[in-house]
């Protein structure tokens, strides 16, 4: 979710992410669940630390978009969007991320709905275990996603240019899901460019 990069001032910057979630069904199979996310934000100038962003899912049987504004302030990104899902149901969204230190960035997305059960996050916490000098990294991700649950990711990130590909996959426990579906497996492939 993605969606969460080690943070940097640059005037435009997109992320695509491709999630694949399997799930325990109560027949005891699987089910695969794909999801597409696209996030993207542009300054107003080159030289701004302010500017739009917006943030587009596709899943099975559901999709949502938000647009709206972003300041960066030194290291921590604030964002704040609105926006509509499959229902026309509006949504607010809250993005908050940034370095802790040189081994160490967080991130939140937190977004709501109308009504009790309208709601979904993705909150992380990242540490590059290697980083070499041509800037690609192991990493471990302390995560939480709503439909996800809570879990350790274990990702890659390799520069490609002046983009970067990351792969992770996320063994988690979601607390909300049904006795037998709580335990899930997902995959998360994104590019960031």
């Known amino acids: 979710m993605f969606l969460f990069a080690d943070c940097y001032s640059q005037d435009k910057y997109s992320f695509i992410e491709n999630n694949l979630r399997v799930e325990t069904s109560d027949s005891l199979g699987t089910e695969n ?26 899943g099975t049987g559901w999709a949502a978009g938000s647009l709206g504004l972003y300041t960066m302030p030194g290291d921590i990104f604030y964002g704040l969007y609105i926006g509509l899902d499959t229902d026309v ?18 991130g939140a997305y937190v977004e709501k709905g109308t009504g009790d059960d309208n709601h979904w996050w993705d909150v992380n916490l990242k540490t590059n275990i290697i980083e070499n000098e041509s800037g690609n990294t192991f990493y471990l991700k302390l995560r939480t996603r709503r439909e996800h649950g809570v879990g350790i990711s274990i990702g890659s990130g390799l520069k490609i240019s002046n983009n970067t590909l990351y792969l992770s996959f996320l063994p988690s426990y979601d607390w909300e899901a049904e006795d037998y579906n709580n335990l899930k497996y997902s995959i998360f492939a994104a590019y960031e460019f």
Do not use: Q
């Open 33 to 58: 669940v794909p999801t597409l996310t696209y996030y993207h934000e542009s300054a107003f100038t080159s030289e701004s630390s302010n500017g739009i962003t917006g943030y587009w899912y596709i």
């Open 89 to 106: 149901v509006p949504r607010i969204g809250l993005n908050i991320y940034g370095d802790i230190s040189d081994r160490f960035s967080f």
